[in-house]
């Protein structure tokens, strides 16, 4: 494939960030590829497991000369990593983020971007409950969706090469608004892994099922929860706190829902679970046969030997 890139910088080196590189590597679409992270200790196993072409000892040094730069870093840590790399940003240059979070990052990023450099925001829908360094592998995002999320005024071509790239290192792309994405991800992602945080939680706290119960028996669904609660903690919680209004709308409507199941086990109203349940199984359908999921057992998952 066609170079789309001559140097792309990548500024944090978890599991997005490895993967993007092995992704680059395998579609040949960067010249060079610079990374940094904040913690020497990353960037000493960056270097180990030939991760970046060359791994920086800052995030301006990292950027230097790169046209394409990607924040790769919490949702929190964005703003004051673009303040730090906004000197170092060369004219014409693109500035992208993999945040699941997007009305907040472009309110953190934006002003720190100069003129003359372009700023496109975007989101990677695919991840594990894996993170750092050595989780990243160059099949993360093969059939899964990048959501682009251009500015009022982004340059054409510079969103569209965007895309190109995404688009090369194996993902569906689409554009969306960032009011309508940061809603979007509050149901299909945000939410949920509050849910699953909160059902994990709860067999914590409940002592009359025992810690190796819960363990044992976990294939009963409780399992599908903890691979979700197992996230990286802080990315999640910069999450919630800036994706509050459309987290809390989704929860609203979760609470209202989960009530109206209360009350119709309560009264013995099996028409009501049994319509809601057709309902709800007809969506996972939906999502093997749009091909984000397949049905084999554990979900598609191959399980490790």
Known sequence: MAQIYDRVAL????????????????????????GYA?????????????LCDRVCDSAAEACAGADLVVLCVPVGAMGAVAAEIAGALKPGATVSDVGSVKKAVIEAVAPHIPAGVHFVPAHPLAGTEHSGPRSGF????????CLIVPQEGSDRAAVEQLERFWQALGSNTDEMDAEHHDLVLAVTSHAPHLIAYTMVGVADDLRRVTDTEVI???????????????????MWRDVF???????????????????????????????????YFTRTRAIRRGIIEAGQDTAAPDFGRATKA
């Open 138 to 145: 160059a099949e993360l995002f093969d059939n899964r969706w």
């Open 216 to 234: 044992k028996y976990s294939a009963a669904g409780f399992r599908d929860f903890t691979r979700i609660a197992a996230s990286d903690p802080t």
């Open 38 to 50: 904040r913690s020497s200790e990353t960037r000493d196993v960056a270097r180990e497991i030939g």
């Open 11 to 34: 500024i944090g080196l978890g599991l997005i960030a490895s993967s993007m590189f092995w992704a680059m590597k395998r579609a040949g679409v960067a010249g060079e590829v610079t």
């Open 241 to 275: 706190l800036n994706n509050r209004q459309a987290t809390l709308e989704i929860l609203g409507r979760f609470t209202e829902e989960l009530f109206a199941l209360q009350r119709a086990i309560r009264t013995g109203d099996g028409d009501h679970l049994h319509a």
